[in-house]
């Protein structure tokens, strides 16, 4: 890991109105690690994944970014031009519901390489290869190519979004509880996946999930949201291990023994 | 008193819609391929009949210009029959069926066979203005798509006709470049016809009735179609000529004759093929009628 973070948040604040989204959020993601929000539903961690991406204007505070360059950038001082190429570049965003993240009327290789065509490729033979080379990775039969989204099973969807994001080879992940409306099983496949891709690819990801489980086997470190606020951040195993906090410790109380 | 009917303004709309309609026109061409929004007026007319159209060559139509209609390039169908009665009464000008005398070309579906020259206006029928409608529904997200110039949905579309049919399946209203710069929908005209927009020496002036849009490409500019480095762009081929006037680098149509399984190849360009003929050329089923 560098020294330098790679997504700086400071004092960042939502307010719907005269509700509160989240408030003073101040944190700092480094190249190449995975953080963990976690937090009960309302929590705001959605809200504040939704304005770390730009995909919210928070009401206050800021979050820069170090782009390609090593310039640390502000985000909101970015043109709309600048910030979508971003998004559709450098970073990713892996929807808990896979039809808001995918094209599901165009087939599974159009789906994995639209990011491609987006920056310009415009040979049909190495986009076939390039999409067929990341079904592969995701576990997706190469003749399941030609195939809609609509055809295919809740965890397979999942994994191609995952593919759809990656094809480009971006640096930072967003990821909406990638896991929610899976069964068991598949989640648990799904996450040896996302383990193996983000250590493979050196990505840094921001994932929220409800789920201890998923933060402990994904992240390293992890943000305990509740009411809008962060209750607790630390390392991982720290946080499960010996929570501080009285929320925390429900929390990771109401774990079932296994 | 002039001819026309005395009710109506000179070609129809009034003085103040022209002048609207035409500031939306110098717009157009002054950014090719680019939709301007216009207030679209009722037309007696329903929409999908080229309510667009008839309300740019309305405004752009002088007492001494000289209009051609064609639908699908023939002079004498429905919708070009009607549109072309229309200006004979609201306007009371010349009309035509030939190309090269025409002033302005008012067309659905088809650019004609015979080159335009500098001076002609052709005017498009346009059903839906938007190319990339049909993979973004929302039209705030379609305009921010154009204005970043962010087109690769486009080849989306393209990727998916060689991945299910082999090659790029899309017959008409294929997307095309305009200047460099628009990526825009050449109204349903065939693919074949794509290549005839490129620097063509004519204004071209597209209208979009119900959609309210207009969009222009002025004389000499570049229009690309879009396509794959290893699929290129290819227009579509005939493997035997016109059947009335022998003609091989044409559209045609195909024509059921009997209940039998008889068909014919014609040109869909009705005053083309003519022309042909009043030269001395001949296809096959006149030679097949002089052996009977």
């Given amino acids: 890991m560098s020294d330098a973070p790679l997504l700086s948040v400071r004092d960042l604040s939502k307010r719907y109105g005269a509700r509160v989204g989240c408030e003073d959020i101040s944190f700092d993601l480094w190249p190449g690690e995975v953080l963990a929000i976690v937090g009960e539903s309302g929590s705001g961690k959605t809200t504040l994944l939704n304005c770390v991406s730009t995909r919210l204007q928070p009401s206050s505070g800021a979050v820069s970014y170090r782009m390609r360059d090593g310039v640390l950038r502000d985000l909101a001082e970015l ?15 892996v929807h808990q519901n896979p039809a808001d993240g995918l094209r599901m009327r165009v087939s599974a290789g159009a789906n994995v390489g639209e990011r491609l065509m987006a920056i310009g490729e415009r040979h049909y033979g190495r986009l076939r290869e390039t999409a067929t080379d990341w079904l592969g990775r995701v576990e997706i039969a190469e003749d399941r190519i030609d195939d809609r989204p609509v055809a295919f099973s809740g965890g397979m969807r999942q994994r191609l ?8 080879k971006p640096r ?87 | 008193m ?71 390039g023939a002079d004498d169908t429905t919708n070009a029959v009607s549109i072309r009665a229309f200006f004979e009464r609201t306007a009371g000008v010349a009309t035509t069926t030939r190309t090269t005398e025409a002033t302005i070309v008012q067309t659905r579906h088809r650019v004609p066979e015979t080159p335009l020259a500098e001076g002609q206006t052709i005017v498009f029928q346009v059903p839906i203005p938007e190319p990339l409608r049909f993979l973004e529904p929302r039209e705030t997200e379609t305009r921010v798509m154009h204005a970043l110039e962010e087109y690769g949905l486009m080849h989306v579309k393209l990727y998916e006709d ?67 480095e290893d699929h290129p762009f290819r227009i579509q081929s005939f493997d035997r000529p016109c059947a009335l006037c022998g003609a091989d680098d044409v559209y045609l149509d195909e024509v059921v004759t009997d209940d039998r399984g008889g068909r014919m190849f014609v040109c869909s360009d009705t005053d083309h093929c003519e022309d042909r003929r009043a030269k001395g050329f001949t296809g096959e089923q006149v030679h097949q009628e002089a052996a009977e």
């Fill in chain 1, 79 to 93: 043109g709309e031009a600048e910030r979508r190429f971003l998004m559709r570049t450098d970073w990713g965003f």
């Fill in chain 1, 172 to 258: 930072l992940v967003f990821m909406d509880e990638p896991t929610g409306g899976l069964d068991v099983s598949v989640q648990a496949r799904l996450l040896d996946l996302l383990r193996s891709l983000v250590s493979e690819l050196g990505l840094s990801v921001i994932i929220v999930t409800h789920d201890l489980a998923v933060a402990r086997l994904l992240s390293q470190r992890m943000i305990v949201m509740k009411g809008g606020r962060v209750v607790e951040s630390g390392l991982t195993d720290r946080v499960l291990d010996d929570p501080h906090h009285a929320y925390t410790q429900l929390l990771v109380a109401s774990i079932p023994e296994s």
């Fill in chain 2, 2 to 72: 002039s001819a026309t009917t005395p009710t109506y303004a000179f070609a129809y709309l009034d003085e103040q819609t022209k002048r609207m309609i035409r500031r939306a026109i110098l717009k157009a061409i002054t950014i090719p391929g680019y939709q301007v929004p216009f207030a679209s007026r009722e037309m007696p007319m329903p929409y999908g009949w080229g309510t667009g159209g008839v309300q740019v060559t309305a405004s752009i139509i002088g007492p001494n210009d000289v209009l051609k209609v064609i639908d699908q």
């Fill in chain 2, 162 to 228: 060689i991945a299910r049919h082999g090659h790029i399946a899309t017959t008409y209203a294929y997307p095309v470049k305009v200047e460099g710069r628009y990526v825009m929908d050449p109204s349903p005209i065939p693919k074949f016809d794509n290549p005839k927009m490129h620097r063509s020496p004519a204004l071209q002036l597209f209208g979009a009735g119900r959609e309210k849009r207009i969009y222009a490409v002025p004389p000499y500019t570049e229009v690309v179609s879009l396509d794959f």
């Fill in chain 1, 161 to 168: 979004q995952v593919a759809r994001n990656l094809v480009t």
